[in-house]
Every structure is written in structure tokens, then in C-alpha cells.
């Protein structure tokens, strides 16, 4: 099987579709996500933390420093350790609510019961004659 072939094939039974939309379905659910944290969980944590905004968090290493018309000649240090735990915050809702639907799907996955398969060909063959010997047996 060429090269070519086998990728059409790998391409063709969805391991290379279903992999695809899971990377289109996580990135519209991560967007979501962080909008849901900027715009909604953010700003209602915010009174309870005084009003402060936690993406406004930062360690300043070095100051900017600027020119008397005001462009920046060097923009310093900073280390915006805020918007890293509003990430992290994005990531853990994200990772949770990941585990609720894969859990809910090994649930569904459970409750789907599998049809018992047919028996062989040989052994209905079997069963059949074991019947037919003892109904003659029956008979005598």
C-alpha cells in the first residue's frame, strides 16, 4: 500500500475528522471559556476583592523608562503574574468542566447495553442436532 493510499485512508475513516473537530470544538470552548471569565466571573469577584482587578497584578522589575515627549525608550520589567492566575482560573473551569462531560458521557456509555451477539453457525447447528437426536430418543 503506497504512502499516498494509506494517508487517504487514515484521512477517510475520521481519525483525521474527528481529530480536527475536536481541535475546532476545544478552541471555540476555550473562547468561550475565557470570555465567560473576563466578562462575567472577573468582574462579579471583584467586589468581594475590594474592587481589584486581578489581570492589573504585576511585579514591576525594572521601571519604563520615557522619553520627555513621551515615547518609550524601554518599556522595563514586568512580570504580569495577574493575568497568569486568570489563565490558571480559565484552566481549571476549562479542565472541570471537561471532566463533567466526559464523565457524563462514560455514564451514557454504561447505560448502553450491548446486544448479545448470535451464537456461532456451528454451535445453532449443534443445538439443533442435540434436539433432533432427542426428540428421536423421545419417540422410542
Same mark, same amino acid.
Given at each position: #500500500?503506497? #504512502?499516498?493510499?494509506?494517508?487517504?485512508?487514515? /484521512?477517510? &475513516?475520521?481519525? %483525521?475528522?474527528?481529530? /480536527?473537530?475536536?481541535?475546532?470544538?476545544?478552541?471555540?470552548?476555550?473562547?468561550?471559556?475565557?470570555?465567560?471569565?473576563?466578562?462575567?466571573?472577573?468582574?462579579? %469577584?471583584?467586589?468581594? #476583592?475590594?474592587?481589584?482587578?486581578?489581570?492589573?497584578?504585576?511585579?514591576?522589575?525594572?521601571?519604563? &523608562?520615557? /522619553?520627555?515627549?513621551?515615547?518609550?525608550?524601554?518599556?522595563?520589567?514586568?512580570?504580569?503574574?495577574?493575568?497568569?492566575?486568570?489563565?490558571?482560573?480559565?484552566?481549571?473551569?476549562?479542565?472541570?468542566?471537561?471532566?463533567?462531560?466526559?464523565?457524563?458521557?462514560?455514564? =451514557?456509555?454504561?447505560?448502553? &447495553?450491548? /446486544?448479545?451477539?448470535?451464537?456461532?453457525?456451528? &454451535?445453532?447447528?449443534? =443445538?439443533?442436532?442435540?434436539?433432533?437426536?432427542?426428540?428421536?430418543? =423421545?419417540? #422410542?
Amino acid at each position: #500500500m503506497g #504512502m499516498i493510499s494509506e494517508f487517504k485512508q487514515f /484521512a477517510v &475513516e475520521g481519525n %483525521l475528522v474527528d481529530m /480536527a473537530v475536536g481541535f475546532v470544538m476545544g478552541s471555540a470552548f476555550a473562547t468561550v471559556t475565557k470570555d465567560f471569565i473576563d466578562g462575567v466571573f472577573m468582574p462579579a %469577584l471583584q467586589p468581594v #476583592m475590594g474592587g481589584i482587578d486581578l489581570s492589573e497584578w504585576r511585579m514591576v522589575l525594572r521601571e519604563a &523608562e520615557v /522619553a520627555a515627549d513621551g515615547t518609550v525608550i524601554d518599556p522595563g520589567w514586568i512580570i504580569n503574574w495577574g493575568q497568569f492566575l486568570t489563565s490558571l482560573i480559565t484552566f481549571v473551569i476549562v479542565a472541570f468542566v471537561m471532566f463533567l462531560i466526559i464523565k457524563g458521557m462514560n455514564k =451514557a456509555k454504561k447505560k448502553e &447495553e450491548a /446486544a448479545p451477539s448470535a451464537p456461532p453457525a456451528n &454451535e445453532v447447528l449443534l =443445538a439443533e442436532i442435540r434436539d433432533l437426536l432427542a426428540r428421536q430418543n =423421545a419417540k #422410542m
